[in-house]
């Protein structure tokens, strides 16, 4: 257990993108993001609503937003997810694209008048709704000198050749089991990789998996000036990667091929709450803040890896047919831990222009040095290190959200948006530490009963990406861009 998450936080610093978009990113940092546009309304905004309410985002923001509802609300999203990865390593460029259809939220939400003469509305409900996605494909090719078995053999030296399985079962101890590194001596004291020269390699990345939450939320206008709201979640997180890295070596040498494959499924479940208020201070406009508790998630790893050679046995020196392939697994590691993310606060302020439409700014923050993990069943590892290296690693972060929706006509409705968000890597972390930036639209119709949105937002996230070791190979800047297409529809009665 220990050396699993010893060797994950390893590939922590050494491999950074932006933004969970990494290969080696623990789960520390991947579901400890979410998306603030959950109806297309507000996304059409760029998800500056906490202060506007009236909208499915409250639940996921400012529960105080329940409040402002004036009738009761059925409301479905349909979303579609657009991503184009483009690697480039030296200048050899691979592009993948990758399209989602799914859900994107349901919410039902009942309003009524209580009996106190000060609480002028009390509207509680439920919804559930994907705050973030996985899905993802990218390639990564090239050439190098140095090998990733290199980085195998830096790491078993000191390590007697019977003991390297069972020392490093999931790395350099199949490396040592398929001929890709051999020991210098019959101790071990160091090893070295039995390739050399230039070599094409190419890795193979496909990531699955979703990240939603069901929420409950209660809210209360108040003096018909202070709107109140409380939220209760339950996330739930499905991920799953597969990874096939390869080495083709020149001819003349003894290990022609080194196929090296990684297999991490991952399933949790989380908790988390919301307190929020929202204050008009004029007619037309309203200023709002939220605070999000940290998320507490239990979370169940199952991770294996894979490697193959192909040797020439003549070469090799070796009792075998010429050109025998050489396959070994590591055994299935299941780990259990739990994940605590960070909390967050978020400010907001928007002003009604008359009949015409209105303007919303929102202001996000969240310190990502929060972020723990502990061990859980029968993981007795205590993460002392990993955590520590979090207050390295991880900042404070900020984003800004910016909205504008104007009325065309009576019911017609034109939107758009900007956010810019902080990367949460600090420069320890070799991050490109550069905001995120995020652009948005959208379309509108609303009546006295019936209502349909349609928005579009675009981001784009560019970061290095380490295959292994910096001192072993230069990093290859990824470029993920990222196209969303959001349809709500929903009724008031």
């Known amino acids: 257990m220990r050396k699993f998450h010893s060797w994950w936080v390893l590939l922590i610093a050494l491999v950074c993108f932006e933004e969970l978009q990494a290969q080696g990113e623990i789960e520390a940092l991947r579901y400890s993001s979410s998306n603030p546009g959950l109806s297309a309304r507000s996304m059409g905004m760029s998800g500056a609503y906490s202060s506007l309410g009236a909208d499915v985002n409250s639940f996921y923001t400012n529960p105080a937003g329940l409040a402002v509802y004036k009738r009761s609300n059925l409301e479905i999203a349909l979303s579609n997810v657009n991503q184009s990865t483009s690697t480039n390593f030296n200048e050899n460029v691979k592009k993948d694209l990758r399209s989602r259809l ?3 939220n349901l919410a039902f939400v009942k309003t009524q008048k ?19 996605h996985f899905y993802q494909n990218f390639t990564v090719a090239g050439k190098n000198d140095a090998s990733l078995m290199d980085q195998f053999a830096w790491q078993a030296s000191g390590v007697r050749p019977e003991e390297l399985y069972n020392t490093y079962p999931f790395n350099s101890g199949l490396g040592y089991e398929v001929y890709a590194i051999d020991p210098d001596d019959a101790l071990g004291s160091t090893y070295t990789a039995q390739t050399g020269g230039t070599h094409e390699f190419r890795k193979r990345v496909q990531r699955e998996g979703r990240q939603s939450e069901i929420a ?30 390869s080495e083709t070596y020149p001819s003349t040498d003894k290990v022609k091929s080194v196929t090296f494959s990684e297999d991490l499924s991952t399933a949790g479940t989380g908790y988390v709450a919301r307190l929020g208020a929202i204050y008009r201070v004029h007619d037309k ?27 020439d046995t003549t070469i090799a020196q070796l009792d075998s047919e010429p050109g025998t392939s050489f396959n070994i697994t590591s055994p299935e590691l299941v780990a259990e831990y739990t994940l605590i993310s960070p909390s967050q606060w978020t400010l907001g302020v928007s002003a009604i222009v008359g009949k015409m439409g209105l303007f919303s700014v929102d202001w996000t923050h969240s310190d990502y040095r929060q972020i723990k993990m502990g061990g859980s069943g029968e993981n007795t590892y205590d993460y002392a290190t990993e955590n520590a290296l979090f207050d390295t690693l991880f900042r404070r972060t900020n984003q800004l959200r910016a909205g504008l929706e104007v009325r065309i006509r009576s019911t017609y409705y034109a939107r758009a948006g900007f956010s810019a968000r902080q990367s949460p890597l600090s420069k320890e972390a070799k991050s490109l530490n550069k905001a995120t930036p995020g ?18 937002s675009s981001t784009r996230e560019t970061g290095s990406y380490y295959l292994y070791d910096p001192a ?3 990093a290859a800047t990824i470029r993920n861009s990222i196209l969303h297409i959001l349809l709500s529809v929903g009724v008031r009665f």
């Open 102 to 104: 799914f859900i994107g």
């Open 114 to 132: 209580p009996r106190s003469s000060r609480f002028t509305n009390l509207s509680y409900g439920i919804a559930t709704a994907k705050t973030n």
């Open 216 to 245: 409950v939320a209660l809210a209360a206008e108040y003096a018909e000036r202070l709107y109140l709201g409380v939220s209760l979640g339950i996330t739930d997180i499905t991920f799953s990667e597969i990874s096939d890295y």
């Open 285 to 311: 406009i309203r200023v709002s803040a939220s605070y999000q508790t940290r998320t507490i998630t239990s979370l169940q790893d199952y991770y294996t890896t894979t490697a193959t050679s192909l040797v």
């Open 439 to 456: 652009w948005s639209a959208g379309i509108g119709y609303r009546d006295d009963h019936l209502f349909a949105d349609l928005a579009v």
């Open 472 to 474: 072993l190979i230069n």
